[in-house]
């Protein structure tokens, strides 16, 4: 029996849960289901994320205090994640002893090893609200282009990327005051002394799926660099302990001590397990002695690799504790092939969601599309209620249907003595190693496939056999009887291996087969001569008034207009024309328009397709995507788009895309842009690159 630890990434107790958050806790809920069913022992837990700026903040918007507004959405957050029978065997706070202890417990060791270090830093500084001010609560006037109204890391008009201080005319979003320029002593956790550690950890004992280790290599190629663990009062967090007397109070920063709240999480259970049947040894899973005796995974999101997989495991191997067996990462939540949105009523709330809806619909519908690779996921609502209609009605629970009334009727509930199909039933049975395999290796899609394999063949039996018409025949008693009673046992099958995607379905089902236990090795010993119960219908069919009222109910305000897609805009370093001139045009769609361009004008731009050779992140650059674009000349070009945030690298490779190939080339911090990559939408809220047939010619231009 192997002992493993699993966790989710913590959810930050900021607001509430939706359904782009739940892939990743129902595919990690379904992984630990389905290794305790074959046998293993496995402790989930998890916690919300409870520090931080923002924390603070929506507190004091509130006007509540920030352990109030932790507490209520901690609440919230555990009630969302029963609905969907998220089974946490605790779930807990970074707000806690325990993650203090252990934050305090890891900074001093990293610190007595010589891994931390201070120096000052400059930044701008909120004299009203008393606050150092980070990039996203800082806007001003792009120091480029002139654009107003621009966030303090990255201008959305012309993408050109500066430093807060750069700004002109800068603001605070929180006091609309002038910030200062103001020195502030921080406290640095020295990564590149762990360099070549993270190099090798990362590439080995299949720690990481290969395209996360792919993508850390560029962070190792460009080097990585000291991370700043500390932020300034006033700060919702833990204090950096051991700092000097005549200092302000430092803190740490909350992705210090966020990851740490799995250890926190832990052993808050461990004091609970003692003196019961089921104790855990805190050690036994964290020291570094143990690494090998027990193991710990971590389900995350694509988003936050770079914390899990560099950051964590050389703030564990530097506090001399043991680093995880794996981090796993998965993709975003599409619904209908687009990015959530609340004006489409796609951006779906897990309480709104169900309200309407049951539960596990979703999970086998998450389980169906999820695989081990790092891929976005899409909730077709349409293929959705086609899927679970087709697949869990009509096959899984129609096998019982139509094969439990015979047997409680004319047999009082009595299965066969003996199998009638023995090799059918050693098939689905032994197919079970393969379903065990693919849970474990997070090949969800591939354990669905073969389940539903297995309830066609038990269809494809019973359809064969036309008990319903035997049973009318004379002489036919216990020629329905077998044929039922092999239904039967295929259904149970499908049970066991179901459980860990449906736990409330299977554990019904336990009802009516009259059986206790549905662990993998349960496959193994058929029902014979065994009675079941009168059949209850076990799931309803979904219908399309419910999504729709689904989709009405996560509608946002008819006046909204977050992600109403507009005119291309321009998403690199470069502009189609002056920021300034830009922002005076009217949009109003009943302004006449009296600023339109000649023919020749138009004829100036030259738009070509481009093949993105590559796509990647900027280091440094919270806003920006780098691309490598085959115009058709003799060289690739170099453009920089300001769409990291609604885009994944990934999305991008192999794409056909606008590129606008003769405006001036740009000197930008990161190096020079050379073109500009067209997408529609708001620069905002969402930005939407335009895509072009996969038969278009590369380098051809756009007329």
Partial sequence: MREILVTSALPYANGYIHLGHLVEYIQTDIWARAMKAQGH??????????????????AEDNG?????????????????????????????????????????LIYRRLNSAGHISTRDVEQLFDPEKQLFLADRFVKGTCPECDAADQYG??????????????????????????????????????????DQFLQDWTRTDNRLQPSVANKL?????????????????????????????????????VWLDAPVGYMASFKNLCEQRKGTDKPLDFDRYWLQE??????????????????HALFWPAML?????????????????????????????????????????????????FASKLSDKVEDINLDLEDFMQKVNSDLVGKVVNIASRSAGFLVK???????????????????????????????????????????????????????????????????????????????NIFRQLMVYLAPVLPELTANAKGFLNIDSLSFHSRNEWLLGHQINKFKPLMQRIEQKDVDAMVEASKASLGSTSDVTTAPAPTSGATIENAKDAQAKSTDSDTEQTDYIGIDDF????????????CSYVEGADKLLQFTLDVGEDRPRNVFSGIRKFYEPEQLLNKKVICVTNLAPRKMKFGISEGMVLSTGNPKTQLTVVTLPDNCVIGDVLA
């Fill in 64 to 104: 509540i205090t920030p352990e109030e507004q932790i507490a209520t959405v901690k609440a919230s957050h555990e009630a969302d994640f029963a609905k969907f029978l998220i089974e946490f065997d605790n779930y807990y706070s970074t707000h806690s002893d325990e993650n203090k202890h252990f934050s305090e």
């Fill in 410 to 488: 004319k047999y009082d509930g009595m299965l066969s003595e003996v199998c009638a199909e023995p090799r059918l039933l050693e098939d689905i049975t032994k197919t079970g190693d393969e379903i065990a395999a693919a849970y474990e290796n997070r090949e969800f899609s591939k354990a669905m496939r073969l389940i539903m394999h297995c309830a066609d063949k038990a269809n494809e039996y019973i359809d064969e056999k036309k008990p319903w018409s035997l049973a009318k025949q004379e002489g036919t008693e216990q020629e329905v009887q077998d044929v039922c009673s092999v239904a039967i």
């Fill in 290 to 307: 143990n690494e090998h005796k027990t193991e710990v995974y971590h389900f995350i999101g694509k988003d936050i690799v770079y914390f």
């Fill in 603 to 614: 004829s100036k731009v030259e738009m070509k397709v481009a093949h993105v050779l590559d």
């Fill in 317 to 365: 191997a530097g506090s001399e504790f043991r680093t995880p067996t794996g981090v796993f990462a998965h993709g975003f939540l599409m619904v209908n092939g687009e990015k959530m949105s609340k004006s489409r009523g796609t951006f779906i709330k897990a309480e709104t969601y169900a309200e309407h809806l049951h539960p596990e619909y979703l999970r086998y519908y």
């Fill in 41 to 58: 022992q496995v402790t989930y837990v998890c916690a919300d994320d409870a520090h931080g700026t923002a924390i603070m903040l929506k």
């Fill in 153 to 194: 890391d990255n201008c959305e008009v012309c993408g050109t990327t500066y430093d807060a201080t750069e700004l002109k005319n800068p603001r605070s979003t929180l006091s609309n005051a002038t910030p200062v320029l103001k020195i502030s002593k921080h406290y640095f956790f020295d990564l590149p002394e762990f």
């Fill in 217 to 253: 290599q560029e962070w190792f190629d460009a080097g990585l660099a000291s991370w700043d663990i500390s932020r300034d009062a006033p700060y919702f967090g833990f204090k950096i302990p051991d700092t000097p007397e005549d200092e302000p109070d430092k803190y740490f920063y």
